[in-house]
């Protein structure tokens, strides 16, 4: 965390028989999962402040034929969630890739593919609803708009010139320096709760654990595949906010948002690739990114002076929240706690939305 007033504070805490596996250091790269799409959308407003699209461009301008109803979505409803997309996540063909036993290498339109081969949910900007497939989309087009690989903008655009030396879009397993173990409960010590088909991740046996980290991202892509570390965050965040990354007008695009919770207005809301909301200790935009053995969480107050990420080594709590009742309270109370502690205040428990 970064409170803004000089030296971060960092902090590592370890079960013992995990440590003896790989200590943990604050500069460890991890999975970012849905934090990506925080870059991607920052690629979008870049191209578009270069004049070589539009967020009000029809998806079937760049993706003809390959979307339901392209001409009426446009890419900011990919990006903003209102475009009515099914989730290719909630497909079954994923989860042997989802749990590290098929690791093939996805591309953008294969999994823009196996999304919209679902029925739409509603119609394009009626309401908004968290789908991956949205940034399968969002993927696609940046490739097409640019004819390069989402890895080549990340590193060029955003990376590079940004000095962030452990952040990159991974297209395999393969990790580029130190990094966090990831891990999730074997399928003995499962609570009952995990539906039958995500009780058995593939990884090397562990104190009733696996270890996921040798499996690969690829199936998160566009919308999950960036890895990266809490410093190197916490200098994308800084330079986003401080309109580094993009000029002002795209940036206030960013910070447009709509509601997360139809009957709460002024409530939690998405922008563009992130989401804002108010607490009793302050106004944060953030993100949240879920990926097998890896659930983080990235904070920043309006200036990107004050940063925050928390991770947590595991990830299957957060996607079957009733089977690990204490796991979830305890992250929401890290949550909020670290929420507070940005703003320099004790709150009584308020903290930051999950979108993913």
């Known amino acids: 965390m970064d409170d803004g007033r000089g030296r971060p504070i ?57 979307v339901p109803d392209g001409r009426a979505i446009t890419l900011r409803m990919l990006l903003n969630h209102t475009s009515g997309l099914y989730d290719y996540t909630e497909d079954p063909q994923l989860v042997p890739s989802i749990l590290g036993k098929d690791q093939r290498r996805w591309t953008s339109e294969q999994l823009l593919a196996v999304g919209v081969r679902h029925d739409p949910l509603f119609p394009p900007g009626t309401r908004w609803d968290y789908s991956n497939t949205n940034y399968a989309a969002v993927g696609a087009v940046l490739e097409k708009v640019t004819g390069r690989s989402l890895a080549e ?63 690969s991202p690829s199936w998160g892509g566009a919308a999950g595949a960036v890895v990266s570390t809490a410093r190197d965050w916490d200098r994308f965040y800084t330079a986003l906010m401080s309109g580094k990354l993009l000029p002002a007008a795209q940036l206030a695009q960013m910070r447009t948002t709509v509601p997360i919770f139809p009957d ?52 299957a709590f957060a996607e079957f929240p009733e089977a690990f009742p204490e796991l979830i309270k305890s992250s929401k109370a890290l949550q909020s706690a670290t929420l507070c502690a940005l703003f320099d205040k004790a709150g009584s428990g308020g903290g930051a939305a999950n979108s993913s």
């Not at 790989?22 to 991890?30: I, Q, T, V």
């Not at 003995?188 to 009780?199: D, I, L, N």
């Not at 953030?286 to 107050?301: E, F, R």
């Open 264 to 315: 709460q207005p002024d409530g939690p809301g998405y922008g563009l690739g992130i989401e804002t909301t108010t607490t009793e200790c302050g106004t944060v935009w953030s993100h949240d990114g879920g990926i097998p053995g890896y659930l983080s969480a990235h904070l920043t107050d309006p200036t990107g002076r004050r940063t925050a990420s928390i991770l947590i080594s595991t990830e």
């Open 153 to 215: 903008l990340v590193r060029d655009r955003i990376a590079r010139p940004l000095g962030l030396r452990h952040t990159y879009y991974a297209e395999d397993s393969a990790w580029r320096g130190p990094h966090a173990r990831g891990y999730e409960p074997d399928a003995a010590h499962m609570p009952p709760g995990v539906p039958t088909e995500f009780r058995n991740y593939a990884g090397a046996p562990r104190a009733e654990h696996v270890d996921v980290s040798a499996n």
């Open 10 to 66: 960092e902090i590592a805490e370890q079960a013992p028989w995990a440590r003896s596996e790989h200590r943990l250091r604050p500069g460890d790269e991890f999975r970012m999962g849905s934090n990506t799409k925080t870059m991607m959308a920052t690629l979008v407003l870049q191209l578009a402040a270069e004049g070589k699209l539009a967020l009000t461009d029809p998806v079937d301008k760049w993706l003809p034929g390959q």
